[in-house]
């Protein structure tokens, strides 16, 4: 079956400092990647889809500029969210499509001191 | 807009028994989609089962089954024989279209399956 991977699983940070993730699609090719996050005991929200070589676009409610995301190519979405505090500590879900079907990563902690 | 409703936060049932997940929808759409995906505590999204709004018949995987009332709008979903690792979270969802396009989920059901 499809794989999607990130990276890091999981991630600690200092208040203010800016952290990447990683979403790659291991066996296919997706031009369309998805972001969620999802706090404890509820369900993934959407933030942002992501189309290869164009902007991406967000969700309502979603600060483009404190999270910033690059499709650069077909098998790699990125998702970095600048100059992070306390409340963005989450857990950050990528989903990417192909077969006609969302394939989704397994995930990163993040946490914010 | 697409919205999904899971009136039910928690449920249980023992090993071996049956259980249906209730899922309601709204959409304007003529083409798509639903799904049911399962959240174990691992937090892996994993597809249960997929059903187009233009097929009557319910689907089937194994051990799980739809029921899928069009004019209602309803999606509920059964798991039959009940085992331990079925113990998850479980989301119902929506999509307009298929593909590229935005899944929008309901706010889950928490299925625990006792010994």
């Known amino acids: 079956g499809a794989v999607v991977s990130q990276h890091p699983s999981r991630v600690i940070c200092k208040s203010g400092t800016s952290v990447k993730i990683e979403c790659r699609s291991l066996?296919?090719?997706?031009?369309?990647m998805f972001w969620y996050r999802q706090f404890p005991k509820q369900s993934l929200m959407l933030m942002a889809t992501?189309?290869?070589?164009?902007?991406?676009?967000?969700e309502q409610g979603v600060e483009k500029d404190k999270f910033l995301i690059n499709h650069a190519s077909l098998t790699l979405s990125t998702l970095t969210v600048t100059s992070a505090h306390p409340e963005d500590s989450s857990f950050y879900i990528c989903?990417?499509?192909?077969?006609?079907?969302?394939?989704f990563g397994p995930g990163t902690r993040l946490t914010v001191l | 807009a697409q919205t999904v409703t899971q009136s039910q936060p928690e449920m249980s049932v023992q090993e071996a028994e049956t259980v249906t997940l209730s899922c309601t929808y709204d959409?304007?759409?003529?083409?798509?989609?639903l799904f049911w995906y399962k959240q174990p505590p691992s937090r892996q999204m994993i597809l249960v089962i997929r059903?187009?709004?233009?097929?009557?018949q319910n689907a089937t995987e194994n051990r799980f089954s739809v029921n899928f009332q069009k004019a209602a709008k309803s999606f509920s979903l059964k798991i039959s024989d009940s085992q331990l690792g079925d113990t998850a979270m479980y989301f119902c969802?929506?999509?307009?279209?298929?593909?590229?396009?935005?899944?929008?989920f309901g706010k889950g059901t928490k299925l625990t399956v006792n010994p």
């Open positions: 059903q187009e709004a233009y097929k009557q």
């Open positions: 992501s189309n290869e070589g164009s902007k991406a676009t967000y």
């Open positions: 066996d296919f090719q997706a031009t369309t």
């Open positions: 959409t304007s759409e003529n083409n798509y989609y």
């Open positions: 969802a929506t999509q307009r279209g298929g593909g590229s396009e935005k899944l929008v």
């Open positions: 989903s990417a499509t192909g077969f006609d079907e969302q394939f």
